[in-house]
């Protein structure tokens, strides 16, 4: 069974950082591009940041400049960065892996964060 084990979330100061890990086991699937979303209360779940296996990288216009991901393709691993965290940035962070030839994508349980002002 496929697992997306999400962790480094929390309570953190605006101005502060936090990173986010997500691992990804149990695919028989190659993995694809991985990234992350994220939803606030009241909110639609929006693209955060998504990576591709080769290293290409997109991101929302809110977090350019301030995140950063990255992922470790042997490790089925992807990091989110996050500096100059603002009280905007506040919401479950879902991460995501996207089987290559199968269909749907992978999803992690969440990871709250939390920005104080």
């Known amino acids: 069974q496929v697992q997306l084990v999400e962790s480094g979330g929390g309570l953190v100061q605006a101005g502060g950082s936090l990173l986010l890990s997500c691992v990804a086991s149990?695919?028989?699937?190659?993995?694809?591009?991985m990234g992350w979303y994220r939803q606030a209360p009241g909110k639609q779940r929006e693209l955060v940041a998504v990576?591709?296996?080769?290293?290409?990288?997109k991101y929302a216009d809110s977090v350019k400049g301030r995140f950063t991901v990255s992922r470790d393709n042997a490790k089925n691993t992807v990091y989110l960065q996050m500096n100059s965290l603002k009280a905007e940035d506040a919401a479950v962070y879902y991460c995501?892996?996207?089987?290559?030839?199968?269909?749907?994508?992978?999803w992690g349980q969440g990871t709250q964060v939390t920005v104080s002002s």
């Open positions: 995501y892996a996207d089987p290559v030839g199968a269909p749907g994508d992978y």
């Open positions: 990576i591709s296996r080769g290293g290409n990288t």
């Open positions: 149990g695919s028989r699937f190659s993995i694809g591009s």
